[in-house]
């Protein structure tokens, strides 16, 4: 399984932008994929995950309401964009797949994730 993360850039403080992740030799069916953010000297943040039965996804405080998921199964793309952004979300954004189901609980979890897109880079200037 490859995951290729492409999208982002830099944009200035409410402004918008999209990340997608393309999923190659593997077929995302009813798993589950997520986001994750990484500022410079901090631990991974989740962002927010979809799948099936998760309805439009499940996000992280901080983005609900301004971030959302699609995913495009015929091109096995998932979507991140992300409106009305802030300073604070400049990060290095990353896509990853789980194999197996965690709980909705354990979805912020990155250790649940075993494979990994290499990251983009997303800069909101203020």
């Known amino acids: 399984v490859q995951l290729q993360a492409s999208g982002g850039g830099w944009v200035q403080a409410g402004g918008s932008l999209s990340v997608s992740c393309a999923a190659s030799?593997?077929?995302?069916?009813?798993?589950?994929m997520g986001w994750f953010r990484q500022r410079p000297g901090e631990e991974r943040e989740f962002v927010g995950a979809?799948?099936?039965?998760?309805?439009?996804?499940y996000f992280a405080n901080s983005v609900r309401g301004r971030f959302t998921i699609s995913r495009d199964n015929g091109k096995n793309t998932v979507h991140l964009q992300m409106n009305r952004l802030k300073p604070e979300d400049t990060a290095v954004y990353y896509c990853a797949l789980a194999m197996r189901h965690p709980i909705v609980s354990a979805l912020p979890d990155p250790g649940n994730y075993d494979y990994w897109g290499q990251g983009t880079q997303v800069t909101v200037s203020s």
């Open positions: 030799e593997f077929t995302f069916g009813r798993h589950t």
């Open positions: 979809i799948r099936m039965g998760l309805g439009s996804g």
